[in-house]
């Protein structure tokens, strides 16, 4: 269930649901122009003081301990791009760092669109938890 970028900012002022995000398709420079203006919103409705987009693309994102940089991330949000390339391991860490509240991480996921798709049905779990759906 996709929503377009509209009806999805006027939810993030009223909903009180922790917000995350899936971007299913879209060039990379639009997909970053959402994500800040999105940031943007969290940041006026108080959410989040996001002051920059940490970007990571799903190849890095595989190689690191996100526990270990989660701290660093704190309070902000991270665009994964290329999110359908996360491994199992990836997408683990992902999930326990979005229900950590203290850390208030936004997490943003963008890829094509059918592969999103596929992606979100091996990870249901993961697919929960990622509120907003947009397609671009």
């Known amino acids: 269930h996709y929503r377009t ?3 999805t900012m ?3 002022r009223y909903d009180d649901q922790t ?3 899936v ?3 879209g060039e990379e420079r639009i997909t970053l122009a959402v994500a800040k203006r999105i940031a943007k919103e969290l940041n006026m409705v108080g959410y989040v003081s996001v002051r920059n987009i940490v970007k990571i693309t799903a190849d890095k994102l ?3 301990d996100l526990a270990e940089q989660a701290e660093r991330i704190a309070g902000g949000c991270m665009l994964v791009t290329a999110a359908s390339e996360l491994r199992e391991e990836a997408v ?3 999930e326990g760092v979005m229900c950590r509240e203290d850390l208030q991480i936004v997490v943003m996921l963008a890829a094509p669109f059918d592969e999103m798709d596929c992606f979100l049905e ?3 779990e ?6 907003y759906k947009i397609r671009m």
């Open 5 to 7: 970028l509209k009806s």
């Open 10 to 12: 006027k939810h993030v």
């Open 19 to 21: 917000p995350h995000f």
């Open 23 to 25: 971007f299913a398709g």
């Open 62 to 64: 595989n190689q690191i």
């Open 92 to 94: 683990h860490a992902l």
């Open 122 to 124: 091996i990870y249901p």
């Open 126 to 131: 993961l697919a929960k938890k990622l509120t």
